[in-house]
Every structure is written in structure tokens, then in C-alpha cells.
């Protein structure tokens, strides 16, 4: 499909609708919206104009303008993703929400809070905390993401094991669609059979099927009683193998996280901080909340026998804000070992991680490929890192690397696995969808952005290619 280029009269008519001050046209300006948290150059895009909206009215007068003159629109958060779902492959507009930063209102009674797509998401947190609720939303980036990208992607996190991922937490949403009309999806209801549930299609849906311009999200208690452990393994596939055990033995932990001991080493060099049991083996973190202090220690000691039982060489009570501050230094551990490292975000049944992990591993070795590995193992979901080492040939490593995913994605959707647990496809993985789904599956999908998106303007080139 061929769009119109962006032309003087163009930018003109997007100054008359948001203001001179909010359009960027200048190369060097721009560079920072021409990629996300993708560092490999192979995957930036520039923009032909930055807009930055203020307001939904705005939101939607641009997307009228873009059908009219046919140019796409790819809205933006902040730029903290990790498939390219907010990279211009076709150029024209890259609409940013950013400035939309508001939180309108926050009501601990009737447990809910209304946002804007701009706010950052350990803000949210902080703001419904400190009126005594709780947000249970929290991906790993929480202190730099925003709430409405957390939405368009169905950001996972930590959390998710107990609570859900970001659709769990979300009541209902105030969409711009892809011509222009401002709808509004979902209610403040505990349940509702009323028609199709149009607000869960379009969170997750990365942008494609509408721009979200205000959301409506679930609040919850502040927990009473909560506590890390550290399980510390000699054996990766004893590790993760334990998660499935945990959750059989009748206890819903909030988090169970793992970290292979080589990305240990890794964050403890990046953060220049010895970590807990690092020199003995792989991590397993288990936070659990209990109503009393008498249900924390019994669920505690639970764990610990269900751990020990299983190979752990060690159960310590972990120092909550240093494991969580290594945990979610990962990918900042990555990225000061190399800017250029695909990132996998494969996500398998519970049951089936220590068939996924002993098979990543082999892959690995197969195809000497540099690895570090962290997962959200309560919920099947590992992050699979593969880095460029600056003695690596690029052209070599990126065919060991596409190799290795033919392999590894033949296996895990065999064993009932998906590639994406929550940084979704974008434009990165995109051919691995067209690839690995059922036709099916695919024809229903460009079905429903056909009817929403006549005129393929909303974020056009992810999920699948343009037609």
C-alpha cells in the first residue's frame, strides 16, 4: 500500500489542530521517535512529522486528517517497547500521548481510578498508594512506561501469576477508532454480557485498532502482609521445574521470578552490588501475601519445604528492595553488555518451562549463542536475551539467531506455547506470527482491522504486513 508523503500543507493543517509548538519536523529532533527500546539500527524508522496531542479532540482530529490525506499514524507512549509497535515503518505521523499526563480522579470507595494514556505507571501506583489502595498492574519497566502503552500491549510483569495482566486491571477505555470517531469501551461493572467486549479487543492490540485516550482501572486493598524468599538452585531445570510444584501445593504466590546465575553476575556488575546466594546458582524469588502474620509464616514455611524438597541449596528470607531492584534491572544489565540483543519473550504452559528451559539451552549451545535469561515463571513466561558480542560478525550472528528461532519456536508452539507473553509483535516479530499461526487464526484478525481501519492509516506494518 502506498501513503502520501507528508507535504508543507500538511503540517500546516496539523499546527491549525494542535498548535505550532506541538509538531516536530526536524530530523535531529525526531531521532528519539524513530525507535523504541529496540536498540538495533536495523529496526529504526524515521518519521516524517512528531505530534504531540493534548487531548482526545486532538487525538481524533488528527486521525480525520490522515484518512483525508492518507497518511499513517502510529501512536506512542513512551517508547519503552521492546517489539517496535510504535516505530513509523511508513513514515508519516508519529502521534505521542505523552502530554496527556493527567490523573483525573481517584476514588478508594468505589475502587477505581481514571487516567490518562501519559502517565507513567509507578506514578499511578504511588498516587492510589498513598489514598490507601493498590494498583496491581507491574510490568518491570513501571518506573519509565506508561499506563496507556501498558494497555495497547497488555503489559504483563510481576504481578500477573496472582493478579492478571494489565486487561485484568482495566474496567473500561475512551478510544479514538482508526476514522476518527471517539467511542467508548467497557464500564465500571463487575460483569457484563451486553454484545461483544470490544475494550479487551482493543487492549492489546498494540495501537493497531485504536488510540487509547482515557482509562478507567480496577483498584484493589493494600495487601497487609507480605514476603520475598530467595530460592537459591544449582540446577536451572530444578529452578523452574519447582514453579509448577509451588503452585500445586495450594499456595497463589504474587510473583515467582527466575534468573539464570550468569544474569545474575550480570546485574550484580551492572548495579557494582554482591546479590544474595549469587555464587551459589540460579534464583527463584517467590513473593507471597498473607491475611496475618500467622498465614505469611505458614505459607513461608511451605515454601520453603516445597523448594528444599526440590533442590534448593538455600531459602532466605530476601531483602525486598535489593531483589526486586536486581530483578528489574535486567534489561539494563543487558544493554551495558551489548546495545544489539534480540529479545525473546516466548511464554509456554506452567507444566511445560523445564521442557522450554533445557531446550533454550541447547539451542544456545547449538548455535553458541550468549544468553541471559530471566522470567516471570509463575506464569510461563521466560525472556530469552541474546547478545551481539562485539567480536561477533553481524550478518553471522543475525543467522544463528534467526536459526535458533526456527527451531525454538517449532518447539514451543508443540507444547502449546505462543511467542509473545507480553511485548507483543510489532513490527519485530511480525513474520514469525504470519509464520507460526494458524491461517485461521490470521484471516479473522485482518478481518476485524479491515472493518475498523478502511483506509489502513492506525499504525500500519505490525502484527501483520500491509495489504
Not at 365 to 385: C, F, P, W
Request: aromatic residues 6%.
Amino acid at each position: 500500500m502506498e501513503y502520501n508523503k507528508i507535504s508543507q500543507e500538511i503540517v500546516a493543517k496539523l499546527q491549525a489542530l494542535v498548535g505550532a509548538q506541538n509538531v516536530l519536523t526536524e530530523g535531529e529532533q525526531m531521532e528519539i521517535y524513530a525507535h523504541d527500546e529496540v536498540t538495533d539500527p536495523a529496526y529504526h524508522h524515521m518519521p516524517e512529522a512528531v505530534v504531540f496531542a493534548e487531548n482526545a479532540q486532538q487525538v481524533a482530529a488528527v486521525v480525520k486528517l490522515a484518512n483525508e490525506h492518507h497518511f499513517p499514524v502510529v501512536p506512542r507512549g513512551a517508547g519503552t517497547g521492546l517489539a517496535c509497535g510504535a516505530v513509523p515503518v511508513y513514515g508519516g505521523v508519529v502521534l505521542s500521548l505523552e502530554k496527556m499526563n493527567k490523573i483525573l480522579e481517584i476514588n478508594v470507595d468505589a475502587m477505581y481510578a481514571v487516567v490518562e494514556p501519559g502517565v507513567r505507571t509507578s506514578d499511578l501506583q504511588a498516587a492510589v498508594e498513598a489514598q490507601g489502595a493498590f494498583y496491581a498492574g507491574d510490568p518491570c519497566s513501571g518506573d519509565s512506561c506508561f499506563i496507556g502503552g501498558n494497555v495497547a500491549t497488555n503489559a504483563g510483569g510481576n504481578r500477573a501469576v496472582k493478579y492478571g495482566t494489565t486487561r485484568h486491571q482495566v474496567y473500561a477505555v475512551e478510544v479514538v477508532n482508526p476514522t476518527g470517531k471517539i467511542v467508548n469501551l467497557g464500564a465500571r461493572l463487575q460483569k457484563q454480557t451486553t454484545g461483544y467486549c470490544l475494550e479487551q479487543l482493543v487492549i492489546g492490540s498494540e495501537g493497531t485498532l485504536g488510540i487509547i485516550t482515557k482509562i478507567t482501572v480496577k483498584l484493589l486493598p493494600i495487601p497487609k502482609y507480605s514476603m520475598d524468599l530467595l530460592a537459591v538452585f544449582e540446577s536451572a531445570e530444578d529452578a523452574i521445574g519447582t514453579v509448577n510444584k509451588i503452585i500445586m501445593g495450594g499456595i497463589t504466590p504474587t510473583c515467582v521470578e527466575y534468573m539464570d546465575n550468569i544474569t545474575i553476575k550480570s546485574v550484580e556488575r551492572y548495579l557494582g552490588s554482591n546479590l544474595q546466594g549469587s555464587e551459589k546458582g540460579n534464583y527463584l524469588i517467590v513473593e507471597v501475601e498473607g491475611t496475618s502474620e500467622d498465614d505469611l509464616d505458614e505459607k513461608a514455611c511451605t515454601l520453603d519445604e516445597i523448594c528444599s524438597e526440590n533442590g534448593a541449596s538455600d531459602v532466605l528470607v530476601a531483602e525486598h528492595a535489593k531483589i526486586w531492584q536486581a530483578r528489574k534491572a535486567f534489561a539494563e544489565a543487558v544493554r551495558a553488555e551489548s546495545l544489539i540483543v534480540c529479545k525473546e519473550d516466548v511464554v509456554c504452559p506452567v507444566d511445560q518451562e523445564p521442557a522450554l528451559l533445557a531446550e533454550i539451552l541447547r539451542l544456545a549451545e547449538k548455535y553458541q549463542l550468549v544468553t541471559r535469561i530471566a522470567s516471570h515463571a509463575g506464569d510461563g513466561n521466560i525472556h530469552l536475551n541474546i547478545l551481539k558480542m562485539p567480536e561477533e560478525d553481524y550478518a553471522d550472528w543475525d543467522a544463528r539467531v534467526k536459526a535458533n528461532q526456527q527451531e525454538l519456536y517449532a518447539f514451543i508452539y508443540a507444547h502449546g506455547g505462543r511467542l509473545s507473553g507480553e511485548h507483543g509483535i510489532g513490527y519485530k516479530r511480525k513474520h514469525l506470527m504470519e509464520e507460526f499461526t494458524n491461517p485461521d487464526e490470521l484471516e479473522m484478525m485482518r478481518a476485524i482491522k479491515k472493518a475498523l481501519d478502511p483506509n489502513n492509516i492506525l499504525n500500519p506494518g505490525k502484527i501483520f504486513d500491509v495489504e
